[in-house]
């Protein structure tokens, strides 16, 4: 298994949490970073956040700066996406992306779907 795999998806009302994984080998999370980016109904995957693999670096987009927050387990080869204060336009497939170049990712998981209810 190469490809990220993520988990912790599903139903959550307005206001609550969810936290979504994201595991793979080491080698498939290389030696840049790991991003989260999603893709609503009917519009363009965009970034969500990123974290270099050291840890040293974290980006998140204007959309959940300070609702997400984004962390990385070395020992579980897991990356982890804390999402509070969820909204209905939150609501999208949530993918992990790996190794990033330049922003772009090289390996891509299936997704997981987030549903926010209002």
């Known amino acids: 298994q190469v490809q990220p795999v993520e988990s912790g998806g599903g139903l959550v009302q307005a206001g609550g949490s969810l936290r979504l994984s994201c595991t793979a080998p080491?080698?498939?999370?290389?030696?840049?970073?790991v991003g989260w980016f999603r893709q609503a109904p009917g519009k363009d995957r965009e970034f969500v956040a990123s974290?270099?693999?050291?840890?040293?670096?974290?980006d998140y987009a204007d959309s959940v700066k300070g609702r997400a927050t984004i962390s990385r387990d070395i020992a579980k080869s897991t990356v982890y996406l804390q999402m509070n204060s969820l909204r209905p336009e939150d609501t999208a497939v949530y993918y992990c992306?790996?190794?990033?170049?330049?922003?772009?990712?090289?390996?891509w998981g299936q997704g997981t779907q987030v549903t926010v209810s209002s």
């Open positions: 080491v080698r498939t999370f290389g030696s840049t970073g």
């Open positions: 974290i270099s693999w050291s840890g040293g670096s974290i």
């Open positions: 992306g790996a190794d990033l170049i330049k922003g772009t990712p090289r390996y």
